[in-house]
């Protein structure tokens, strides 16, 4: 079984940057792809970005994270990030990662098999 550990979240103002990891440990999928969700309070959990372990790291973002959100793996550290500039207040959220079997790049919460525990981002303005 993976297991999925993120790290890096915390308070800051709008407009700077923090990096987000992901760190996966446990038997691990030849294939796979990395999803990251959010859940802002009150809000459902939605899809912020994706990468695949195939294809040269092929990744995909929501169109409210494009230009400003970098996914990225360190495959000998099985880890991957999440790096976020010019941070807005209506990024606050809980951050997730996510894991799925297979490289392709998916939107939909529940293709993701295995979910991290959380970490929450704060913006404040």
């Known amino acids: 079984q993976v297991q999925l550990v993120e790290s890096g979240g915390g308070l800051v103002q709008a407009g700077d940057s923090l990096r987000l990891s992901c760190a996966a440990s446990?038997?691990?999928?030849?294939?796979?792809?990395m999803g990251w969700f959010r859940q802002a309070p009150g809000k459902e959990r939605e899809f912020v970005g994706a990468?695949?372990?195939?294809?040269?790291?092929?990744?995909y973002y929501a169109n409210s994270v494009k230009g400003r959100f970098t996914i990225s793996r360190d495959k000998a550290k099985n880890t991957v990030y999440l790096q976020m500039n010019s941070l807005k207040p209506e990024d606050t959220a809980v951050y997730y990662c996510?894991?799925?079997?297979?490289?392709?790049?998916?939107?939909?919460?529940?293709?993701?098999?295995?979910w991290g525990q959380g970490t929450q981002v704060t913006v404040s303005s």
């Open positions: 996510a894991i799925r079997d297979g490289g392709g790049l998916r939107v939909r919460e529940s293709l993701y098999d295995v």
């Open positions: 446990g038997r691990t999928f030849s294939s796979y792809a």
């Open positions: 990468i695949s372990s195939s294809g040269g790291n092929t990744t």
